[in-house]
């Protein structure tokens, strides 16, 4: 069982690294306009689904044949819950993408500049819960749920630099408006890795959130009244 559990580890920090290079290369598709790179994202995509599938079915396959005992049986259900999150945050970035083609006229520095900033920081906090992941380190990862709740300055400063577009260039406003989705999947694919940090700690305390007291696992976030900020 310990050679399969690591198999699947080792399958799953894969797959967060193909997630990490999806979003730095969604935000870079954003901020180059980059109208060719969408193929290859969706291609990305692709190979994220089907990772994830395999990892699911193997690692619902040990349970199902091994029973396993109650730390490897937490470590297997965790991975399936971590891949879930991997897939929908590669999902948050294909979609953050999309706006690119919107874009291609390069009247939207300032905010094509935020945006990629948040794309970057939200790479790198999924980094952050991936290696607390590899070293089952509860307390690193409450400390990246403590620094994901810096997303959303961040976004803030993107619908900002929008509405401002939005006011002083009415014609374009159509293009601040979908921009302002690809905020919003960005800051979602952030909350994506407060879900992995929260299975991170099930992990290794056996229940969410359990042990010593620690930040909220969970960002509140108001909702969007609407789609154009």
């Not at 979003?23 to 060719?36: G, N, Q, V």
């Not at 939005?166 to 159509?174: D, H, L, S, V, Y």
Request: proline residues 2%; hydrophobic residues 45%.
């Amino acid at each position: 069982m310990k050679e399969e559990l690591q198999r699947f580890e080792e399958e799953v920090l894969v797959l967060g690294n193909l997630v990490e290079d999806l979003l730095i290369e969604a935000s870079d598709t954003l901020r180059d306009c980059d109208l060719y790179a969408l193929e290859r994202l969706n291609d990305e995509v692709r190979q994220v689904h089907k990772k994830r599938l395999v990892i699911e079915m193997g690692c619902l396959s040990l349970i199902a044949s091994r029973r396993p005992l109650d730390g490897e049986l937490r470590s297997l259900v965790a991975m399936v819950e971590i891949a879930a999150e991997l897939e929908r945050m590669a999902d948050h970035g294909k979609r953050a993408a999309l706006a690119n083609y919107l874009t291609a006229d390069h009247q939207l520095h300032k905010p094509l500049a935020s945006l990629h900033r948040l794309g970057a920081e939200t790479q790198a906090l999924l980094d952050g819960a991936l290696a607390a992941f590899a070293r089952r380190d509860a307390s690193a990862a409450r400390m990246v749920v403590v620094q994901a709740q810096e997303i959303e300055n961040v976004h803030l400063q993107v619908r900002r630099e929008l509405l401002a577009v939005i006011k002083g260039k009415p014609r374009i406003a159509n293009q601040a408006i979908f921009l302002s989705r690809s905020a919003y999947n960005l800051r979602r694919a952030a909350e994506r890795v407060v879900g992995i940090c929260d299975w991170v700690v099930f992990t290794v305390k056996g229940s969410l959130g359990a042990g010593e007291p620690t930040p909220e696992i969970q960002i509140h976030l108001a909702e969007e009244k609407s789609v154009a900020l």
